[in-house]
């Protein structure tokens, strides 16, 4: 298996402590191959276990919290893509949210609100209010959401740039210089312009997500309870 020439451990204490911002982090991340380390190799990954993935991330959040939290944010919405059924998006986002060239953040799950969406011939437009967000960043992101579109709830794949889609202060405030380093805040949709084209699945990939999210969870605990 290849070997990566540096790694988040490495880099976190020096070139992290220095990021100008949490888009510079995510950068910083994806060239030390964070987000390759257990990608599949047919989609330029490194096919690691998952255990060596959340080897990585516990000795990050030892070392950097916010990155962390980005780390987390991106890892859930590229594991999203590749859960989801529209290849065609996924080929298009993928690349650069596995370079850190792009941020992406996964919202929601059964006990979390879905977004609304209200049809208007030919797309549809959706509202609602997710609160509690990392790796929002100013340079641009991906939202990875659940919504309601009349009697169907899936996921759908939200830009930033989009019209209506507002980034606001986290909920309560918090830590400023934590939430201004790993992107935090919630977001907010005033009819964003939806089309089929961004549908990411049904609601069948929600367990799915929770699956990835525990093993995550698990590995990690593993992880920190081996010895040295």
Excluded: K, Y
Excluded at 135 to 147: H, K, P, Q
């Amino acid at each position: 298996m290849p070997v990566m020439h540096s790694s988040p451990v490495d880099l976190a204490p020096q070139a992290l402590a220095t990021s100008r911002s949490a888009a510079h982090t995510l950068r910083r991340l994806g060239q030390a191959g964070l987000f390759r380390l257990s990608l599949p190799s047919e989609h330029g990954g490194l096919d690691a276990p998952l255990r060596d993935l959340a080897q990585a991330l516990t000795r990050l959040r030892a070392t950097h919290p916010a990155a962390a939290r980005l780390a987390l944010a991106q890892l859930g919405a590229i594991q999203a893509l590749l859960l989801g059924d529209n290849v065609a998006l996924r080929e298009f986002r993928l690349p650069a949210l596995v370079a850190g060239e792009r941020a992406a953040v996964v919202a929601g799950g059964p006990a979390s609100p879905a977004l609304e969406g209200l049809p208007s011939a030919p797309v549809w437009r959706i509202s609602g209010l997710l609160p509690g967000l990392a790796n929002l960043s100013g340079d641009g992101f991906s939202l990875i959401a659940r919504a309601r579109l009349g009697d169907t709830l899936g996921w759908v794949c939200l830009d930033s740039e989009t019209d209506g889609l507002d980034v606001l202060p986290p909920h309560p405030p918090g830590d400023a210089a934590l939430a201004r380093q790993a992107g935090l805040g919630d977001v907010r949709c005033r009819r964003v312009l939806f089309r089929v084209d961004e549908w990411l699945g049904e609601d069948s990939l929600t367990p799915a997500l929770q699956v990835f999210q525990a093993q995550l969870t698990a590995s990690a605990s593993t992880t920190c309870s081996s010895p040295v």
